[in-house]
């Protein structure tokens, strides 16, 4: 089992910065993919952005060029750098993490709110 810390989140103004962070518990999961999912009320999850063990990283065309996902995988955690912030970026994001290969066993944090306001 792995357990996901999330920090960071908060409230910021529209073109602002915000943070996150999330530790990963258990040591064999430097090996996972790690990333960030976001949710509004009312809608499906969806992908943030992730990155493999290896550094490969994909993002949401929405926030490319904005966000910037980075991991330690000494200190086993994965950040979320989120600039210039917009209003749609409002949601509550999920830090994430799967087993490279059995793909089917995957982690959830349990969620930090982000608040973008104009």
């Known amino acids: 089992q792995v357990q996901l810390v999330e920090s960071g989140g908060g409230s910021a103004q529209a073109g602002g910065s915000l943070r996150l962070s999330c530790a990963a518990s258990r040591s064999t999961s430097r090996l996972y993919t790690l990333g960030w999912y976001r949710q509004v009320p009312g809608k499906q999850r969806e992908l943030v952005a992730i990155?493999?063990?290896?550094?490969?990283?994909n993002y949401t065309e929405s926030v490319k060029g904005r966000f910037t996902i980075s991991r330690d995988n000494v200190k086993n955690t994965v950040d979320l750098q989120m600039d210039s912030l917009k209003t749609e970026d409002t949601a509550v994001y999920f830090c994430y993490s799967q087993h490279p290969t059995r793909t089917i066993l995957e982690y959830w944090g349990q969620g930090t709110q982000v608040t973008v306001t104009s």
């Open positions: 990155i493999t063990y290896r550094g490969r990283t």
